[in-house]
Each structure stands twice: as C-alpha cells, then as structure tokens.
C-alpha cells in the first residue's frame, strides 16, 4: 500500500534543445519526456524506495503510453490512473534562457489530464504516511483544483499528513479562485515546501522571516522547508531555523522538476527515518541529480546516487 500518494496532472513535455530560442520562432524540439509535477514526484519516491501512488489522468494515446511505460518501470502505484477515452494526454511546451529562467505554453485544461475526480473508496490508501499537493494542480482547471482538496480532505480524515509545494506557474493562473485553492491547501497542510517568492505571496508578507513567522500562524504546520534555488534551502519548526542546506554542485542541463524531485526525497528521508538533516540532504541530492539531466523524469535517482552524492560532499 502506498506510504505517499498525489494527485494532479500528468503530461508530457516537448522542450527547446537550446536557451535562447522562443516558442513562437520555427525550430527543433526535443521530446516527449514523461512529466507533470505529481509524475515527477511519485516517481523519484519510487526510486528512492518509499511506495507511492497518483490520481492522475491521462489519454488512449501514445503520450499517454509513453507516462504509463516511465511510471510503471519506476515502480509508481498506477490502479488510480483514469485511462480516458474522451480527452487526450496533456502536454507543455518549454523554452529555456541563459538566466535559469523558463517559458511554458500548456495544453492542460479540458484534456485527460484533469477528469479525475476525487476517489469515492479510500480502499487500498488507508496506510498513507503523506498526500502531496503541488500548487500546479491545483490550478489546472478550477474543477480539478476542487477534486484535489476534496481528496485532500478525505486522507486528512484517515490521518495522512498533508505536505504542500505551492508550485505557483503564472501560466496557469487564472484570477482569484486560483489563489484561494492554494490558500486552502496552504492553510492546511503539515509540510510547506514553498519558495521564497512564492512564501512571500502566500503570507503577503515582505521579507523572510515575516513570511515565516506568518506561515506557522497555520496550526497544523509542523515543517517549513523553505527552497532558494542555487542558494540551497533553509528547514524551519515551530522552534524556529533547525538548519541551512546548501546544494551539490553538478553540471546543471535542465532544471525543470528538480524542486518536485527535492520534495519526494525529503518525504522519503522523514518516512526512512532520517531526521530533518537527513532529508534535507537527500532533497538536495536528488534536486541536483534531476537537474543534472535533460528532461524532467530523467536524472540518475536511486538510493545508491543519493547516498553516494551525499558522501562524496560530506
């Protein structure tokens, strides 16, 4: 039975091979590479030896065989996948620049990828440790953000911790009643992995240590890992600062869904046991190795990179 379940979109992506070069300019692409935020999440998790599942959706099509093939080889619980026959398998375009910084166009709402409703049985998910929620899906479609905090709901009752990265993508954000879902799961959840910015916008609040302090205004929260790109992360309980995590220097090719990587092995290292110092270099050994590699799913995650990544820079 899975120890951490998600829901939200699956897709695949079709990248730019090179910075620099517009969406809207004719030019090569590379891909598909299986994707979506939760994806990329159950997947590294797998990896990493915790069992993990997804409510997700996708199409009768080949995009939709070429995510089942990744997550089925990774070991990725799939019984809740809807295999749809009315819409297709949801797909972003992504374009890079020299500054880090990315674009995406998403063909997302009104596909497979966001039909899934919350599950009616809890059968075969009453033994979940964590539900993660990403703050992209939530802001899919207005209908599928709903479905997710209902499911939210349901494993909060069962006795699930609830773990939130904000994820926020201005591409999919859509006036008001996309901020108030993420506001519910934001004032819910036990585990908060935002960053900075995004720590900022949801307390709406100026500076660091404001935002944090807001943030634990939040009853139920009991981890604040506060992410920082290549300045590394910064974990906080309700004692305040418990440690600063710097990252592992590699070689940096893609750096799409190295946070959603970084947030699976932190949960792993809490469910193994490894304390908040623990997960904390497990995140970032996994957010390096993602990063490490072109594509989203792609980077050299296992427990044996992780732990060797964490020795070498030990």
């Known amino acids: 039975m899975p120890e951490i379940m998600t829901m939200g979109e699956l897709l695949c992506e079709i990248m730019r091979p090179e910075e620099g070069v517009e969406l809207y300019e004719t030019g090569d692409f590379k891909g598909p590479y299986p994707s979506g935020a939760p994806g990329i999440f159950v997947s590294t998790a797998s990896r ?58 998403f063909h997302v709402e009104n596909t497979s990828a966001v039909e899934p409703k919350a599950p009616e049985s809890m059968e075969g998910m009453g033994d979940t440790k964590y539900f993660h929620i990403m703050g992209c899906s939530l802001m899919a479609s207005a209908e599928f953000g709903r479905e997710i905090l209902k499911t939210m709901k ?90 600063e995590m710097g990252v592992y220097p590699v070689k940096q090719l893609d750096a799409t869904g190295a946070g959603d990587s970084f947030d699976a092995a932190f949960i792993c290292g809490l469910l193994q046991g490894k304390g908040l110092k623990g997960a904390a270099q497990m995140g970032a050994a996994a957010g390096a190795l993602n990063a490490a590699a072109f594509g989203p799913m792609e980077g050299q995650i296992s427990q044996e990179t992780i732990e060797k990544m964490i020795h070498r820079h030990s």
């Open 154 to 243: 349901l494993f909060r009752q069962k006795g699930a911790k609830i773990s939130f990265d904000p994820n926020v993508r201005p591409e999919l954000l859509r006036g008001s009643e996309g901020l108030d879902v993420v506001q519910e799961a934001f004032l819910t959840c036990n585990l908060l992995m935002p960053g900075v910015r995004e720590l900022k916008m949801l307390t709406e609040r100026s500076t660091v240590d404001e935002a944090v302090a807001a943030a634990f205004e939040n009853e139920n929260l009991e981890i604040l890992v506060l992410k920082n790109g290549s300045k590394g992360s910064c974990v906080y309980t309700r004692k305040g600062l418990e440690l």
């Open 48 to 105: 990493l030896g915790c069992s993990s599942g997804i409510i997700a959706g996708v199409g009768n099509d080949d995009f939709g065989k070429n995510i089942m093939d990744r997550l089925i080889r990774d070991g990725v619980d799939c019984r809740w996948i809807l295999k749809s026959g009315k819409g297709s398998t949801g797909v972003a375009f992504v374009t890079y620049y020299a500054d880090g910084s990315r674009k995406f166009i």
